[in-house]
């Protein structure tokens, strides 16, 4: 018994026993000694109760964090069907715009070519592994296209020609094909000859005219036209400029190398020159397709 006296347990409790003797002796001298304990209690338990608000306020934090987020996302989606929207206005005022050009550009050639009506057609596809850029428009037999149609661009300069449609659409063999030869003349001197894709310069985007005169006056700078023989090309309309002459090689004649107008292997737009009578012949058939919805 005498050792444990003389223990560490023993003399913490003996300590502790005067620490709560003195509280309680400090309490009954102010009054307060019936909350004695509620107060030791409630000090005890401050660090336990700071813990418990700091874990709850992380709780609300996070809480209204994923809130915030969630409000976030739904704006965003918001904002990015907006966006869509937006983006498909604009296509389609650049697509008004653009028909609105064509259809300015015909009127201006239609005076000048009375016995065609101007279809205006946009480019929707090109063969990759044609070297002349042959291309597939977006109107076709319902429109009146048929295979022999003139495609022209919308400042009138000779593209090519369609060479087959189907209901919807059209594939234009261009002027660049070796395919297809057009009665051509020197508008200045009056010279005329054959206009003609080459091999080898159509990957310059050129054509080739030959048969010109031997004593020709023709000169580079000078402007190729239609001549209208054959009836299959309409006379006068604009191919290119002369950018080089020489004599063939027979020496019998002079040949030129031809820049066409537009630019073959990147037009986006063109218009297809119509018989009048294959014009006025769909805009019946049109006219009682619509009486008969």
């Given amino acids: 018994m005498k050792d444990f006296f003389q223990t560490a347990r023993f003399k913490a409790l003996l300590t502790a026993c005067v620490v709560l003797a003195g509280i309680m002796a400090y309490a009954g001298a102010n009054g307060r000694l019936q909350s004695a304990p509620q107060e030791v209690l409630s000090a005890a338990l401050v660090p336990l109760q700071r813990v418990t608000a700091i874990f709850s306020n992380g709780i609300s934090g996070v809480a209204d964090h994923f809130v915030h987020l969630d409000s976030v996302v739904k704006e965003n989606e918001k904002l990015k069907e907006e966006n869509a929207q937006l983006r498909e206005q604009l296509v389609e005022l650049d697509q008004y715009k653009a028909e609105n050009e064509m259809f300015r550009s015909a009127n201006n050639l239609q005076e000048e070519h009375p016995d065609y009506t101007l279809l205006p057609g946009f480019v929707i596809g090109r063969d990759p592994l044609d070297q002349f850029y042959s291309f597939t428009i977006d109107v076709g037999t319902k429109h009146g296209v048929e295979k022999g149609n003139v495609v022209v ?131 019946s058939e049109g006219n009682n397709q619509s009486g008969e919805e």
Avoid: W
């Avoid at 000859?193 to 159509?202: K, N, R, S, Y």
């Avoid at 190729?224 to 090309?233: A, L, N, P, S």
């Avoid at 006068?236 to 400029?241: E, N, V, Y």
């Fill in 153 to 283: 661009s919308e400042h009138g300069y000779l593209v090519g020609m369609v060479l087959d449609s189907t209901y919807t659409s059209a594939k234009v063999v261009t002027i660049l094909n070796p395919t297809l030869n057009v009665s051509g003349m020197v508008s200045r001197t009056r010279d005329n000859g054959l206009v003609t894709g080459h091999d080898q310069l159509a990957g310059e985007g050129l054509c080739l005219m030959n048969n010109l005169p031997r004593s020709t006056q023709a000169a580079v700078g000078d402007e190729v036209i239609t001549t209208g023989m054959g009836e299959v090309f309409p006379a006068d309309l604009l191919i290119g400029r002369i950018t080089d002459i020489e004599t063939e090689a027979s020496g019998q004649s002079m040949q030129a190398k031809i820049q066409p107008g537009e630019d073959i292997a990147s037009i986006r737009q063109v218009l297809v020159l119509l018989d009048t009578g294959e014009a006025v012949a769909q805009s």
